[in-house]
């Protein structure tokens, strides 16, 4: 495992591809990849290279595209196993969940 600042994480939207990807420097090193259905979006898969897993990037891309979802006034359908967790555990995102 390589061990990293999180805090260095920069975190890209690629509409194209419909996902979000966290990167250190110009590497992509997590992904939440997401349908989406008018204002939803429905986050199918979140993702961490393993060579970097134990860093906190799920949890980290995770809030950030809850976040974005606030912001653009979405809903969420988590559908991805991590992401049902992870708004099961902050009870603050619960008003997202379509």
Known sequence: ???????RLTFLRDERKSRYE??????VVGVVE???RDRTMIIVHTG?????????IAARITQ???DEARKLDHRVVPE????AQFVAEHP?????VA
Do not use: Q, W
């Open 34 to 36: 997401y349908s989406p």
């Open 48 to 56: 961490t290279k393993p060579e970097f897993r134990g860093n906190g």
């Open 92 to 96: 603050e995102y619960a008003d997202l």
């Open 1 to 7: 495992m390589t061990r990293i600042d999180p805090d």
């Open 80 to 83: 991805c196993p991590f992401t």
């Open 64 to 66: 950030h595209v809850l």
């Open 22 to 27: 966290a990167r250190l420097d110009d590497t």
